[in-house]
């Protein structure tokens, strides 16, 4: 059982890192290894569909690059098939089973019938091609992109899903994994989603041109201390550890919607008093969608911190926009366009 105050499962080394970044300038880097244990996954104000459960997944292995990788799977029950599938990635630090309680996707994957897949990264993370980790952990060397394609690849064989109608959505380094995937297997993609992270420089240059129109949606905090809204210039430093250039969060929106073939006009609409939504028609009738949280950080929006100092040095969270509710509504209207 859950214990009711969140601050008493953690090791008091939390407190004692807390301690020493409130008076250095590495505070994010000191906390960030630690994020998925703080946050608490629930309802906000029972506005949003419950978060997932992970009774409600069946784990899997397979080999992939010569390892035995893992993800989570739940599969919708009497459902037509072929299936549309979402995959979730976790961010660094982070598991698959963490993640699957973060996002409200399970529960909507029940209710309307597609697959929600969640695989794992090795040793907590993803090999996204930055070479580096925001954590100040060693970055992982395993081929992710191989992997996300054998676990489509497993889903079409042993569950019906479809191959033309596959979603991926992360946040933070699961979120560069997703645009790194997009950019390195965008014929294994109908759309995709990244939250909390922004395109790499580099990887913008080496980003292959898809196939047919990638519609995309992009999800950032003006307030993120760990991947800033402005961008980041190449060689700073997170927890000691030289990080790549960073393009800013409107234009990895820019570049993506171009490359879906979307007009550069946007039709912006405001939710709650700080969430600005920018949307550009594309090509086929698809769209391309950036949500701006102007009061949030490095958290995935509708997801709520129990803890006060977290939530002011990881930025704030957004409460007005619960995640898995967007991203499904723009994954489904893609399948309509089409």
Avoid at 128 to 149: E, H, N, Q
Avoid at 182 to 211: F, H, Y
Avoid at 274 to 287: H, I, P
């Amino acid at each position: 059982m859950r214990p009711r105050n969140a601050l008493s499962r953690f090791p008091m080394t939390l407190f004692r890192c807390a301690a020493l970044v409130m008076l250095s300038t590495s505070l994010a880097g000191c906390l960030v290894a630690r994020v998925p244990l703080m946050i608490e996954a629930h309802q906000a104000e029972q506005r949003f569909p419950a978060k997932g459960e992970i009774d409600s997944a069946q784990p899997r292995t397979l080999i992939s690059g010569g390892l035995q990788r893992r993800y989570w799977v739940q599969v919708p029950a009497a459902a037509r098939k072929p299936l549309p599938v979402v995959l979730v990635l976790h961010g660094g630090t982070e598991t698959a089973e963490a993640v699957w309680g973060q996002t409200s996707l399970p529960t909507l994957g029940a209710r309307d019938g597609f697959i929600v897949a969640a695989p794992q990264g090795v040793n907590k993370h993803w090999n996204d091609g930055r070479g580096s980790t925001l954590a100040g952990d060693a970055p992982s060397t395993a081929d992710d992109v191989a992997f996300l394609r054998a676990v489509i690849a497993d889903l079409v064989l042993r569950d019906g899903a479809d191959a033309r109608s596959v979603f991926v959505i992360g946040a933070s380094n699961g979120g560069f994994m997703a645009l790194h995937f997009a950019c390195q297997a965008p014929d294994a993609l109908r759309a995709g989603a990244n939250v909390i992270s922004t395109l790499p420089t580099a990887e913008a240059r080496r980003c292959k041109p898809a196939p047919k129109p990638l519609p995309w949606m992009s999800m950032n905090g003006v307030r993120d201390p760990l991947v800033p809204f402005a961008g980041m210039a190449e060689g700073e430093e997170r927890r000691g550890e030289p990080q790549p250039a960073l393009l800013s969060a409107d234009a990895t929106f820019q570049f993506l919607a171009q490359r879906a073939g979307c007009t550069p006009e946007a039709q912006i609409s405001r939710i709650g008093g700080s969430v600005e939504k920018r949307v550009r028609r594309c090509n086929g009738g698809a769209t391309a969608e950036q949500y701006v949280f102007s009061e949030a950080g490095h958290v995935w929006p509708g997801l709520p911190i129990k803890s006060p100092m977290l939530s002011m040095y990881l930025g704030g969270a957004n409460l007005d926009v619960d995640t898995g509710e967007a991203a499904w509504d723009f994954f489904r209207r893609t399948l309509a366009a089409r």
